[in-house]
Nanobody, 124 residues
Framework: VQLQASGGGLVQAGGSLRLSCAAS????????MAWFRQAPGKEREFVAA????????NYADSVKGRFTSSRDNAKNTVYLQMNSLKPEDTAAYYC??????????????????WGQGTQVTVSS
């Protein structure tokens, strides 16, 4: 499975961005896709996840109510709609995919495939 993330950019606080992650290859292997982010000097942290087949979602508390993850199976693409952005949301955002339902959705070490990061910068 190959993942291609896009949609990052520079936005003012309170603004919105939508990230996309297109999957290709053996997409039938995908059980769940997720978004993680990593700011300079910080560890990678879970942002959101969506179950590939049914679309159920999970969110980090820090983004709940502001971010929405969705998927379009026909396009093999997941999205992260980010609203009410804050400067603390500034980070490189990564999409990831996993083949199994086992383990926590928040555990980055349990994801099998990763896309390249896309930078999100929120100015105050």
């Amino acid at each position: 499975v190959q993942l291609q993330a896009s949609g990052g950019g520079l936005v003012q606080a309170g603004g919105s961005l939508r990230l996309s992650c297109a999957a290709s290859g053996r997409t039938d292997d995908i059980y769940r896709m997720a978004w993680f982010r990593q700011a300079p000097g910080k560890e990678r942290e879970f942002v959101a996840a969506v179950r590939w087949s049914v679309g159920s979602t999970n969110y980090a508390d820090s983004v709940k109510g502001r971010f929405t993850s969705s998927r379009d199976n026909a396009k093999n693409t997941v999205y992260l709609q980010m609203n009410s952005l804050k400067p603390e949301d500034t980070a490189a955002y990564y999409c990831a995919a996993r083949k199994t339902s086992a383990y926590s959705v928040r555990d980055s070490g349990r994801y099998d495939y990763w896309g390249q990061g896309t930078q999100v910068t929120v100015s105050s």
